[in-house]
């Protein structure tokens, strides 16, 4: 059945200006897939990887949020196989692509990353990245009954926009813990959904996201084991919120299975598991279990990706072991 619904809250569906909150999906599994928030990743592993996930957010709403995304990145320095390693950097590349919608709301994401990375040690890489892209923000008007279909300001509605958009990071990497930071959004811009000179009912202005995190690999037991433990915190903040963290720890046997758990502040508790098939496929799955007040009647979210990895013989890069993807 189709909502009946006033103009203006078909637009504060796209977050107003008066109750800012997270204006991009959000990701259980970032924790493997760090590509999601920061640019700098982009080649931060000696072959190409391919991810494709999806996330179904509260499960018991009508109309919840649903998003679908892939990732790509590769590094791009080709050297003859046989050369011997050298301290020198190399250059990573990659694209997104996300689908987020709520409703009759949806907002299409596509992004390409550049990232440079060097080597301070055979150990040891630091990287830079930038993203830039385009959004384009929806309302599907055929979802929707208004109340005075007969209102000239709905004639008049664009309800497709498109903003530029873009993002920087920086990664600091080894075999045994990682630190990234990064801010998403960085483009100021209002999307108004009238004609510019005309008066606004309601506009939705992108707010900067900032993302900061660090994680430790630890060794279980007897190193022959091959079992090892993963801490991590997130750190994420967008204005006014004061900001929020993210604890995550995560146990693996080799690159062959994973499970683990996640508290994200104020709102869920996350169980998580995957499984890889030799070194080019891996599967993660995750249920995000709610504890803030809709907790009762969400039903939790679900989230799974898929990686696909290709490594090319003729390429070689000083990447350490990227336990974090």
């Known amino acids: 059945m189709k909502k009946i619904v006033y ?9 107003s200006h008066h109750v800012v909150s997270q204006q991009r999906p959000q990701y259980t599994q970032y924790a493997t897939n760090q590509f999601l928030i920061n640019p700098a990743i982009a080649g931060s592993q000696d072959m190409d990887e391919i991810k494709l996930g999806g996330r179904i957010q509260w499960i018991g709403f009508e109309d919840a949020p649903q998003t679908v995304f892939a990732t790509y990145h590769a590094p791009f320095k080709k050297m003859p196989f046989q050369t011997t390693m050298k301290k020198r950097g190399h250059h990573g590349i990659g694209a997104i692509l996300i689908k987020d919608v709520t409703g009759p709301v949806s ?5 390409f990353n550049y990232a440079y990375h060097h080597p301070f040690t055979s150990n040891l890489n630091g990287a830079v990245g930038a993203s830039l892209g385009v959004l384009q923000h929806t ?9 005075n279909s007969n209102d000239p300001i709905i004639d008049r509605l664009m309800p497709t926009r498109f903003i530029p958009d873009g993002s920087v990071g920086i990664w600091l990497y080894s075999d045994r813990f990682y630190f990234g930071a990064s801010v998403t959004q960085i483009i100021s811009n209002t999307t108004m959904f009238l004609p510019t ?8 202005d992108l707010e900067a996201h900032y993302f900061a995190n660090v994680g430790y690999k630890l060794d279980v037991g007897d190193e022959r084991s091959g079992w090892f433990l993963v801490p991590s915190v997130l750190f994420k903040s967008v204005r006014p919120s004061s900001g929020h963290f993210d604890i995550n720890i995560r146990a693996q046997k080799d690159d062959n299975f994973w499970f683990g758990t996640s508290f994200r502040q104020d709102d869920s508790f996350s169980a998580l598991v995957g499984f890889s098939a030799m070194e080019d496929f891996a ?3 995750s249920y995000d279990f709610i504890i803030s007040d809709i907790g009762p009647y969400s039903g939790g979210s679900h989230e799974l990706t898929m990686t696909f990895k290709f490594k090319k013989k003729q390429r070689k890069v000083i990447c350490p072991d990227s336990f974090w993807l």
């Open 283 to 285: 599967f993660t799955y």
């Open 139 to 147: 309302i599907d008007m055929g979802q929707l009954n208004f109340r």
């Open 107 to 111: 907002q299409t994401s596509a992004h």
């Open 197 to 204: 000179g005309e008066r606004q009912i309601e506009t939705f």
């Open 7 to 15: 103009i203006s809250i078909i637009l504060w569906a796209f977050a």
